[in-house]
């Protein structure tokens, strides 16, 4: 969207990104290090997998969301969208008893078509992002509770479910590192993603779209379209968060999932997307959801009170930002 | 470049310093607390009572809960941290009974004893259940509504629902203290309005045509006692005698005004000071109760203001 980006070539523009992803990683491994010091219960391998565990949902939620950050706009509905996926996969296997698989491709499925309506709303009706993923924020949150009843629904009766989110693959094959599933779902969606946006047609468009959409579509290009494409992608990838979130808990919960897409767009700033569009990496964001929950379960192995917790993740997204800014102008001064 | 990095490591040395003191008592006992929530008056009431029982025992306690009470995931995330501070033991109150099992079973394989508060969680680990006894308190509820009525007459039940543990507890109660302590009342009907103002007034009012001569109602939970009193008052019953549960700002309204006639309220604060109590004990391996009544009250226009009232109510 800003003019100023389109013309800095995109060689150098994925190498400034580089570099705040790599000042995020430092970032990272300096809380650890800080944790680590400050108590013994931290640096264990129980801990952190647990920090893992704790990443994946929202992990998946932020690459998601990242691919439409790039394009310069914002999905507000994820954290209600990933609820409603999770509620449609529960009525697909508790109450329709159908088989394992069916429930996996209806998470991702309802993620997709309902990407693929905030996508209409903002590219075929011209809907601000901010307004049209809001309005469907609110009917998806209406609409997990009309489906069920307001009640949570249950996967006792499909074997294995709880294994998706749950299981460890890697612990069967390594003993001694339980990596929960869920973890390993993130880096492969994380992968993928990464994959697409760096190495296709559809990732180069979207960090077009994010420069600048005017010329991409002054240039022949069906900018509608593919912004619909990279909507419903997102969706798609809100459906895995779903499916692992409802994993985890062995139910579909409703009342669920207001709030999650903000603490996911913090992930997606702090790793050094630019709300602006046009620029930023899968591995950084990654990086963002992590640095948030090493930040929250290290306060909570310090004891620090919860209302202080809060206050300190809030500071840290201002400090992440704030840093990145100062980046930037230096950059475009020299 | 340099500017980043040093912000980060100002904010992360700063954070971890201020948390050097509440970290550096490790000889003390630790005992976290996991809740459903933090913020409502309620949940802080129960925290004053844990941190009361902590102070007195001399033993460190932590209360921590989600923002809200959807947030199941976010309760599991805290109890993995809990546990991964090695605490004496930890007191659990599950928003999703099932959900927690896996956590659960980590704390039991580490030798962590486990006291549920406020709700039970379906398994067996915990090894106690510190909650109010919802049995009595309704059977509570029924010697009140007994005396008020002149200890003869019509009366009903409006439940909240038939399932629940609560439900089914505070309608047992009521009943079979009634059957027992009181052989004149008659109980007319016990109907269930799913704790829902609006249904619960249908009810209330379908029940005054139904038995014109009623003396008594009482509202199992704080939704079905407001419905109650917007039935009567709707009816124009305004003789019949309301005994209601728990507080909340319409129902404390409606027995300052004189509407209800009074309420049984939990103790949070109690709550909060067994759990702990019972946490303490169970670390050093002493026998525990698998089943702590943590009390409750009645409370009626006449104490409503007492400090020691006041302090369990909440709007």
Same mark, same amino acid.
């Given at each position: 969207m800003?003019g ?5 070539p995109?060689?150098?523009?994925r190498s ?6 790599l ?7 300096a809380?650890?290090i ?6 013994p219960?931290?640096f264990q391998?129980?801990n952190?997998?647990?920090?893992l565990?704790?990443?994946s949902?929202?992990?998946v ?11 310069g706009g914002?999905d507000?509905?994820i954290?209600t969208?990933?609820?409603?996926c999770?509620?449609?996969t529960?009525?697909v296997?508790t109450?329709a008893g159908?088989?394992l ?7 991702i499925?309802?993620g ?8 209409m709303?903002v ?11 809001l309005?469907?924020?609110l009917?998806l ?5 009309i ?5 949570p629904?249950y996967?006792?009766d499909?074997p ?10 890697v ?6 590192l339980?990596?929960?599933?869920g ?37 022949g290009v069906?900018?509608?379209?593919w912004?619909?494409?990279?909507y419903a992608l997102?969706?798609g990838?809100v459906?895995?968060g779903?499916l692992?979130?409802s994993?985890r ?10 709030g ?5 767009i ?6 050094g997307?630019?709300?602006a ?7 950084g ?5 992590l ?5 929250t ?9 919860p209302?202080?917790?809060?206050v300190?993740?809030?500071a840290?997204?201002?400090?992440a ?7 930037r102008?230096k950059?475009?001064q020299? | ?5 040093n912000l ?6 700063l954070?971890?310093?201020g948390m050097a ?9 630790y ?6 929530g933090?913020q409502?008056?309620f ?5 004053a ?8 025992l001399?033993?460190n ?9 959807t ?14 501070n ?5 007191g659990?109150?599950?928003?999703d ?10 704390a039991q394989?580490?030798?962590i004893p486990?006291i549920?508060f406020d709700?039970?969680v379906?398994?067996d680990?915990?090894?106690a259940l510190?909650?109010?006894d919802?049995i ?6 029924a010697?009140?509504l007994?005396?008020?009525?002149g200890?003869?007459g019509?009366?009903a039940?409006?439940?909240? &629902?038939?399932?629940?543990?609560t439900?089914v ?17 008659e109980?007319v ?7 829902d103002?609006l249904?619960?007034t249908?009810i209330t009012?379908a029940?005054l ?6 003396k ?15 039935g009567?008052t709707e009816?124009?019953?305004?003789d019949?005698?309301i005994?209601?549960?728990?507080s ?7 027995i ?6 009074g309420?049984?309220?939990q ?9 702990v109590?019972a946490?303490?004990?169970?670390a ?8 702590? &009544? ?6 009626d226009?006449?104490n ?12």
């Open positions: 800003t100023t980006q389109a013309t800095i995109a060689q150098q523009r400034g990104a580089a570099r705040q992803m000042l995020a990683f430092a970032s990272l491994i809380l650890v800080g944790f680590s010091l400050a108590s219960n931290f391998v129980s952190i997998m647990a920090i565990q704790a990443t949902v929202n992990g939620l932020a690459v998601g969301v990242t691919l439409i950050i790039i394009t914002i507000l509905s954290g969208l990933m609820t409603f999770a509620v449609m529960g009525v296997l109450w159908m088989p698989i069916l429930g996996v491709l209806t998470a499925g309802t997709a078509a309902c990407g693929l309506v905030s996508g709303f590219a075929r009706m011209k809907i601000p992002p901010f307004i049209a993923t309005g469907m924020m009917m949150k209406g609409l997990s509770l489906v069920t009843g307001t009640k629904i996967f006792n499909t294995g479910f709880t294994q998706i989110a749950q299981g460890s693959v612990g069967a094959l390594i003993p001694g339980p990596l929960p599933n973890v390993l779902i993130l880096f492969l969606v994380a992968a993928v993603t990464a994959w697409i946006l760096g190495r296709t047609v559809l990732g180069r468009y979207t960090f077009a779209l994010g420069s600048n959409e005017e010329a991409v579509r002054l240039s069906n900018t509608d379209a912004k619909m494409a990279i997102a969706g990838i459906g895995i779903g692992l979130i994993s808990l062995n139910s579909a919960q409703p009342a669920l999932g207001l999650y897409e903000l603490e996911a913090a992930a997606v700033v702090i790793g997307t630019s709300l569009g046009g620029r930023g990496t899968i591995l964001t990654l990086i963002g959801a640095i948030m929950s090493v930040l379960n290290g306060l909570r192995v310090l004891s620090v009170a209302e202080w917790q809060t300190v993740t809030g840290i997204i201002i400090v930002v704030y840093a990145d800014q100062l980046r102008r950059a475009s020299g | 470049m340099f500017t980043r990095r980060l490591g100002a904010v992360a040395a954070s971890l310093a003191t509440s970290a550096s008592a490790q000889d003390a006992m005992i976290p607390l996991i809740s459903k933090f409502h008056q949940w802080q009431a129960v925290k009572g844990a941190d009361k029982a902590g102070e007195e001399g033993v306690v932590s209360f921590e809960g989600p923002d809200n009470e947030q199941v995931d976010k309760q599991l995330d805290m109890l993995a941290a809990a546990l991964a090695k605490p004496a033991a930890i659990f109150a599950a928003l009974s099932q959900a927690a099992i896996p956590q659960l079973r980590q394989e580490a030798g486990v549920a709700s039970g379906d398994s680990i915990p090894v510190a909650a109010t919802n009595a308190a309704a059977a509570m509820a010697d009140k007994a005396e008020l009525i200890g003869a019509k009366v039940v409006v439940a909240h &629902d038939q399932t629940s543990r439900g507890d505070r309608r047992d109660g009521f009943v079979n203290r009634m059957k027992e302590a009181h052989p004149d009342v109980i009907a016990i109907e269930y309005g799913g704790g103002h249904k619960s249908e009012k029940l045509t139904a038995n014109p001569d009623l008594g109602i009482f509202g199992t939970n704080e939704g079905s006692a407001i419905g109650v009193v917007n009567v009816a124009g019953a305004s019949v005698v005994v209601g549960y728990d909340g700002k319409a129902q404390t309204d409606a300052r005004d004189g509407r209800m006639a309420a049984i309220t103790n949070p604060v109690g709550i909060g000071y067994e759990t109590k946490a303490v004990a169970a050093r391996g002493e026998q525990v109760q698998a089943s702590i &009544d943590t009390g409750f009250y009645w409370y226009k006449s409503i203001d007492a400090p020691e009232i006041a302090a369990v109510l909440y709007d």
